[in-house]
């Protein structure tokens, strides 16, 4: 017999479909019922009881380290990660294809971030992250064959095929951002039209622990603070930038503490329960009212920076084998499951087979997708929501110019 | 709400959703999966199998490295993607140049048993790869044909765009006026719209230019306007269908030419040199030297005199001395040369101390009429001289060949012939 949790089951977030919102949107439900109110029941709910070093404080308390959850909850969490992994697996295996092609970032190892943050905050709130965006996209409501499309460059891409692995935007997703650290004043601006429409809702936004020493970020700090914006500077501090060590590109590695005025967290990013936790603390802070809060994910990752990077020059093979057999996320919150009695061994395998799937079916069906139609038009349609068109776009030289009504250029004959 | 859920969803995602109950009853769903030649990096196209670290049947995890690759810039390892077991291994240690994406071995799930398992039909076996460059290559050739048809294509536009008649076409309805035509237009009260439909257009892409408009009103003739734009279309490609290769015949030919060329322009620069020829009757008294070194001092002092005469009219009413001085070149620049040559008509010498000219010529005249009473000794005491003057007038001044003028007119005063 399957549990409440399982048959709720959708392994898969539905894609742009309003399923999956509905799904989370039941789950969070549970959450917020779990405290004392009627409609759930007791056997569904579970308290979660974190280790000490999950979190470290600067100039704050940090959050409980026990809290009540559903088991349905803990289950999406777990569905979301595989189906994440198994897509940036995919992504690996269609990169060495040679069917994705230029630039390929890949979250293997960071998963419990993604997850861990869409899990604990609600469709109103924005996510804004680097280059490293595919489980983000795929979190905030894009499904998986779209982001596979988008990397092969088919039409059916989440941005049509023209966007590629950094450029993937959802509903509340501002996207992949190409320029290192370059998110991180956008975010402040999202988090800043948070506060100005007087809305209950915060932006996460997400930079790596190379961006962190980018002077837009400390502008943004500065900024956010003094207008005491709800914005949550997450950092994800996967321990390596492109090809050198944290330690070695940053004076202090203490990323929660880079705020100085801001407040500070340091979570342990493997761990996805101490990611949800936080998150959610996260964003109750930035809610209340309390301005800006600077924190770390102190994450890894198993594969290089990105495809062209073989990621074992600058450490060893040993040390990677070691994190994932020991700190892995999916693996983690497994043993959270089996011990909460959540799910039976059989049943997680039966989850990671199907998922497996899954994804192997979605990525088929991309690959068969129609490339987009070579006609120049294409070139144009999204620069503006349709309908707000300028008359025509200026392109380099008079000839480029786009007339949007002709559907052609301006000046050419 | 189980039921409007599943409704809810997507077809495939329905199929999942049954596959998924069935994956709970047989575990034993999945076939082996191929594992093909992996692109190590963006512009690898083949590689070479150094060494497998697993045997067939044995167990690895993620990350574990899988095979050692190489390519023609290194040796890299493969790491394995998912916990696994190999199921077959089709490309031994040691192979060499196996394009990338054909299938070297076969992986299964750690738990699966390799006696049952299923191999999938291999869509990328060598020999398929192999042949399939053969495929491409009649594929090549129609694109190189298709290449070769628009070429010629473009060039039969080339051949017809240069007739004359092809050279006003219609006006380009599209297109922003330039301020020229668009202002022309209007001041004939023209629309833009008339206009871009009655006037042809000679610019590029059917843009109309100014010349079009006024070749439209007659202001300009029609063959001006196609003359323009047939330049213009001349100029558009660098023709170099007229070239030739050097002869070795042309050489000497060559080597000819440099001195015409010299010889024409020494003929170009010539001077302009004005002669003046004056006589000169000297009292016998007067020897060649004393005349040849007082007339060195006399033309002297006329070279020195024309050249600080200014040549202008100060009493004029449109004399402004700034002006001038901005206007006239270097007055210390000499507007012109003198060389001279003194001939004795008769050799007859006489010295004399006396150096001036005008007083060796008042001298003669004044002897004249005191000599007439005897005229055969006047006859003889008269010595007869030519002077021819040179002067080689500086080109490059306006006012020279004015000054030169003025020279000539004052030596003149000297002819007493």
């Not at chain 1, 905050?121 to 992250?129: G, H, L, M």
């Not at chain 2, 769903?29 to 963006?42: E, R, Y």
């Not at chain 2, 006329?302 to 009493?315: C, D, G, K, M, V």
Request: proline fraction near 4%; glycine fraction near 8%; charged fraction near 25%.
């Amino acid at each position: 017999m399957l549990t409440a949790g399982l048959k709720r089951q959708s392994i898969f977030r539905g894609g742009r479909s309003a399923l999956h919102r509905r799904g989370l949107s039941v789950a969070r439900g549970f959450a917020s019922a779990a405290k004392g109110k009627s409609g759930v029941e007791e056997s569904d709910v579970v308290e979660v009881q974190l280790p000490e070093s999950s979190f470290e404080g600067y100039m704050l308390d940090v959050p409980d380290l026990t809290y009540k959850t559903t088991k349905g909850t803990l289950l999406q969490m777990y569905k979301d990660m595989i189906i994440v992994r198994r897509m940036e697996m995919a992504c690996d295996a269609l990169y060495k294809a040679k069917k994705i092609r230029g630039f390929c970032h890949l979250s293997v190892g960071q998963e419990a971030i993604a997850v861990g943050i869409e899990n604990a905050i609600t469709k109103r709130d924005s996510v804004i992250t680097s280059y490293r965006c595919h489980g983000f996209t795929y979190m905030r409501g894009a499904s998986v064959q779209s982001v596979l499309a988008e990397l092969m460059g088919k039409r059916s891409g989440v941005s049509y095929g023209k966007g590629g692995s950094m450029h993937m935007y959802a509903p509340g997703f501002y996207g992949g951002n190409g320029i290192v650290g370059a998110q991180v004043p956008l975010g402040t601006g999202l988090s800043f039209a948070h506060q100005y429409r007087n809305e209950d809702a915060c932006s996460f936004t997400l930079y790596g622990d190379g961006a962190s020493n980018q002077g837009q970020v400390f502008e943004s700090f500065n900024m956010a603070k003094l207008w005491n914006l709800p914005t949550v500077f997450a950092c994800e501090n996967n321990k390596y930038g492109m090809g050198t060590s944290a330690s070695r590109s940053s004076a202090m590695t203490e990323y929660f503490k880079r705020g100085q005025y801001i407040p500070g967290l340091k979570v342990n990013g493997m761990d996805i329960l101490a990611v949800y936790q936080a998150s959610r603390f996260a964003k109750d802070w930035c809610v209340s009212g309390n301005g800006p809060l600077v924190l770390e994910y102190e994450t890894y990752r198993y594969g290089g920076h990105s495809m062209s990077d073989p990621g074992t020059t600058y450490r060893t093979r040993d040390e990677i084998q070691h994190m994932r057999s020991k700190n892995d996320p999916i693996a983690g919150l497994k043993m959270h499951l089996l011990e909460l009695g959540i799910a039976t061994e059989e049943e997680v395998k039966a989850y990671d087979k199907a998922a497996r799937k899954y994804v192997d079916e979605q990525v088929e069906l991309a690959d068969a997708a129609p490339p987009p139609e070579a006609k120049l038009s294409i070139l144009f349609e999204d620069v503006y929501v349709k309908g707000t068109e300028t008359p025509t776009l200026r392109g380099r030289i008079t000839d480029d110019t786009w007339d949007f009504e002709k559907q052609g250029f301006a000046n050419r004959g | 709400m189980l039921l409007s859920a599943m409704l809810r969803l997507p077809n495939a995602a329905l199929r999942y959703r049954l596959t998924t109950r069935c994956v709970h009853n047989t575990m034993r769903i999945l076939n082996a999966q191929a594992f093909a030649m992996p692109a190590m990096s963006p512009t690898m196209e083949k590689g070479g199998i150094v060494e497998w670290k697993y045997k067939v049947g044995d167990i690895f995890s993620a990350g574990d490295v899988l095979l050692e690759v190489e390519t023609d810039k290194a040796q890299i390892d493969v790491e394995a993607l998912d916990d696994g077991k190999i199921a077959k291994i089709i490309v031994e240690n040691g192979a060499k140049d196996i394009p990338v994406g054909v299938t070297i071995a076969y992986l299964a799930d750690v738990n699966d048993d390799l006696s049952s398992l299923k191999f999938p039909k291999d869509s990328s076996s060598i020999a398929e790869k192999k042949a399939t460059p053969k495929q491409s290559t009649p594929n090549k050739g129609t694109t190189s044909r298709k290449e070769t048809s628009r070429v010629s294509s473009t060039d039969s536009e080339k051949s017809t765009g240069i007739g004359s008649t092809e050279l006003l076409q219609k006006a380009n309805t599209k297109q922003t006026l330039l301020p020229s035509v668009a202002q022309l237009l209007a001041s004939r009260g023209i629309t833009k719209d008339e206009a871009l439909e009655k006037i042809k257009s000679s610019g590029k892409n059917g843009r109309l230019l100014k010349g079009d408009v006024l070749a439209y009103f007659g202001l300009i003739p029609k063959e001006s306007v196609v003359n323009i734009a047939k330049y213009i279309k001349s100029g558009e490609q660098l023709d170099l269908s007229n070239i030739e290769f050097k002869k070795e015949s042309d050489k000497l030919v060559e080597q000819q030419k440099p001195k015409e060329n010299a010889k024409e322009q020494t003929v170009r620069s010539e001077p302009i040199i004005i002669t003046e020829q004056i006589g000169l009757k000297v009292p016998s008294n007067v020897t060649y030297e004393q005349l040849s070194s007082s007339l060195d001092s006399f033309l002297d002092e006329a070279y020195h005199f024309t050249h600080e005469q200014p040549l202008t009219n100060i009493r004029s009413d449109f004399y402004d001395p700034i002006f001038e001085h901005l206007v006239t070149p270097s007055p210390t620049e000499a507007r012109f040369d003198v060389t001279y040559q003194l001939t004795p008509v008769d050799t007859e010498l006489n010295d004399c101390a006396q150096n001036d000219i005008f007083d060796l010529l008042s001298a003669s005249n004044k002897s004249i009429p005191t000599q007439r009473g005897n005229e055969s000794d006047t006859e003889t005491s008269h010595n007869e001289y030519i002077l021819t003057v040179n002067v080689q007038v500086n080109e490059k001044f306006s006012d020279s060949k004015g000054k030169s003028e003025r020279f000539i007119n004052y030596l003149k005063q000297l002819n007493t012939v």
